[in-house]
């Protein structure tokens, strides 16, 4: 059985600015999965940095509200949502509210730094 808690996973700021916490990761735990499964959160007043991922990768929004942007569109978002995010799609996700805004992040193949680009404006 594998069983991890998420306050045991250390904290990093990824490529696109978010602090990240790598919940799940072939990587790093002795799982065979074809994704990853990571916590990300942004700041109130924040917003995470224009990228791309090779990989494709879904967001669950579990608390706080924002602004998600892929290519030329935007949405907000909301606890409850899941935003799917097509691989190589320029990608980022402002917090709108007056709380941090927390969500998941699956991305299949797993997640990669190599493979988290910043795009310049």
Same mark, same amino acid.
């Given at each position: 059985?594998?069983? =991890? %808690?998420? %306050?045991?996973?250390?904290e990093?700021?990824?490529n696109?600015?978010?602090?990240?916490?790598?919940?799940i990761?072939?990587?790093n735990?002795?799982v065979?999965?074809?994704?990853?499964?990571?916590?990300?959160t942004?700041?109130?007043?924040?917003?995470?940095? =224009?990228? =791309?991922?090779?990989?494709?990768?879904?967001?669950?929004?579990?608390?706080? #509200?924002?602004v998600?942007?892929?290519?030329?569109?935007?949405?907000?978002?909301?606890?409850?949502?899941?935003i799917?995010?097509?691989?190589?799609?320029?990608?980022?996700?402002? %917090?709108?509210?007056? #709380?941090?805004?927390?969500?998941?992040?699956?991305? %299949?193949p797993?997640?990669?730094? #190599?493979?988290?680009?910043?795009?310049?404006?």
């Open positions: 059985m594998f069983v =991890k %808690n998420i %306050n045991e996973c250390a990093f700021i990824a696109d600015g978010c602090l990240i916490r790598e919940w990761h072939p990587k735990d002795s065979d999965l074809p994704y990853s499964v990571a916590m990300a942004v700041e109130i007043g924040k917003q995470s940095y =224009k990228h =791309k991922l090779e990989q494709t990768e879904v967001y669950i929004v579990f608390s706080g #509200e924002g998600m942007h892929i290519d030329d569109e935007e949405q907000d978002v909301i606890p409850g949502e899941a799917l995010v097509p691989a190589e799609a320029t990608q980022w996700i402002e %917090n709108s509210g007056d #709380e941090e805004l927390c969500f998941i992040a699956i991305v %299949n797993p997640w990669s730094d #190599e493979g988290d680009i910043r795009v310049e404006d």
